[in-house]
């Protein structure tokens, strides 16, 4: 029965230490426990939510091209302007390299449900933003639960 409670909770992205604690109790030498702590004090967003949180990823990413391309002056500040009120995606950048194209494909992984591969291709992204840092984050959270 206890097993069957924290599969039950872990399902949800609220923390799940009073099903984890039984577990512990029942089985101490149970392989792999001890890695589910952390997850069950804080819980692990779900996929539906890291399927959310992705689709605002992108102008984060964005942003980060934008800065890295753009130059001073008058004409890096018009680049810039330009970026922030017209987005521009291109259909073949998935064949490409770089942030934009690792985005691309990952938004592809994430669209046959493949969290895994979407893990991989954002985590080519160098230097990561915040935004996808943190969403990379709960996603090797979530596959590590799971």
Known sequence: MA???LMEASTGSAA???EFEAIRA???DLPGLAALEP????GVP???QLEQRFATLQPAV???VVEAESD???AGWFRRLIASLVRVERTDIAEGTGPKAAMARARQRMEEGDLAAALREVDTIVPMPDPVRSWANGARARLELE
């Open 46 to 48: 779900t996929r539906t």
């Open 62 to 64: 964005d942003a980060m």
């Open 3 to 5: 097993v069957l409670a």
């Open 72 to 74: 001073g002056g008058i």
């Open 16 to 18: 799940f230490l009073p």
């Open 26 to 28: 029942a089985a101490p």
């Open 39 to 42: 997850l069950a004090r804080t």
